[in-house]
Nanobody, 117 residues
């Protein structure tokens, strides 16, 4: 069993920045891909960014050039740097991990990001 715990969500003004963190814990596992997804009120959960164990990244078009995903494999951590935030970035941000053995997907409980003046 793997647990994911996010932190770093906050209320920030438009144009501001935040850094989200996600810590994976458990035993007997290895993480292939980690990612961030978000869900705004009344909308479906959507991909924000993913990163493989080798460092390959993928971003949603809406966040390219503004958000940066990174990870520390030794600490089983993944981060999301959010810059130039817009009101439309307001959502609950969820951490996701694809884990071996078994290639199961795990989710964190989410952290709220609110962009408002």
């Amino acid at each position: 069993q793997v647990q994911l715990v996010e932190s770093g969500g906050d209320l920030v003004q438009p144009g501001g920045s935040l850094r989200l963190s996600c810590a994976a814990s458990g035993s007997g596992f290895s993480i292939h891909t980690m990612g961030w997804y978000r869900q705004a009120p009344g909308k479906q959960r959507e991909l924000v960014a993913t990163i493989t164990s080798g460092g390959g990244t993928n971003y949603a078009d809406s966040v390219k050039g503004r958000f940066t995903i990174s990870r520390d494999n030794a600490k089983n951590m993944v981060y999301l740097q959010l810059n130039s935030l817009k009101p439309e970035d307001t959502a609950v941000y969820y951490c996701n991990a694809l884990v071996a053995p078994g290639w199961r997907t795990y989710w964190g409980q989410g952290t709220q990001v609110t962009v408002s003046s």
